[in-house]
């Protein structure tokens, strides 16, 4: 199991960023997944869900109405379209499989976020 992310980077305040988080070695469409990411001296905050066929989809208040969770199970990967970004949201976003309910058995390595100006 592999789950590569990318599209990390820094950008101003009020700009956007998509990450993609590239899956392999498992059935992708058969997990839920999620997006949690961890700010510099902070524990890891829980972003984003979405089930496995991408109908069901939930968001922190925090981002609520400014990211949106995607996949597209035919190319094996996840997003998060981050627009609106503030300094607040700069942090190492991982995405993970399974939700927090279950469990993550496996996580990716992470893309550094930075809203800077």
């Known amino acids: 199991v592999q789950l590569v992310e990318s599209g990390g980077g820094m950008v101003q305040p009020g700009g956007s960023l998509r990450l993609s988080c590239a899956a392999s070695?498992?059935?992708?469409?058969?997990?839920?997944m999620t997006w949690v990411r961890q700010a510099p001296g902070k524990g890891p905050e829980w972003v984003s869900f979405?089930?496995?066929?991408?109908?069901?989809?939930h968001y922190a208040d925090s981002v609520k109405g400014r990211f949106t969770i995607s996949r597209d199970n035919a190319k094996n990967t996840l997003y998060l379209q981050m627009n609106s970004l503030k300094p607040e949201d700069t942090a190492l976003y991982y995405c993970?499989?399974?939700?927090?309910?279950?469990?993550?058995?496996?996580w990716g390595q992470g893309t550094q976020v930075t809203v800077s100006s």
């Open positions: 993970a499989r399974g939700a927090s309910g279950t469990g993550y058995d496996y």
């Open positions: 979405i089930n496995t066929g991408g109908g069901i989809t």
């Open positions: 070695g498992f059935t992708f469409s058969s997990y839920d």
